[in-house]
């Protein structure tokens, strides 16, 4: 399965993430990373450990990217989830044009 991450290069948008109940728009990320992970599994399941992958000191791309916290956005297939204070939410329509 394939998965990106994208993070908020945008400070003033970045620091109010964790505490805005707004969805996030695709425009205001960027993709820092994507790779193939294991599938036949549970999103959330694959989503934990994805935080935890991405949490390591020796983590992937780390001069591109910061670890991966709250605001943070992960794409399975097609399924968008943003990392919320205490675990996923899930982004209906994450890059759809409106």
């Given at each position: ?15 109010d ?10 425009e205001?990320f ?50 968008a ?15 759809e044009?409106?």
């Amino acid at each position: 399965m394939r998965y990106q991450v994208y993070q908020c290069l945008k400070p003033e948008i970045r620091r109010d993430l964790g505490f805005s109940n707004k969805l996030p728009l695709k425009e205001d990320f960027t993709l820092v990373y994507e790779a193939d992970v294991p599938g036949g599994r549970d999103d959330y399941m694959v989503l934990d450990e994805l935080f935890e992958l991405h949490n390591l000191q020796h983590r992937p791309n780390p001069q591109g990217m910061t670890s991966m916290s709250v605001g943070d956005v992960v794409v399975l297939e097609n399924r968008a989830y943003q990392c919320d204070r205490i675990g996923w939410k899930v982004i209906p329509h994450w890059g759809e044009s409106t």
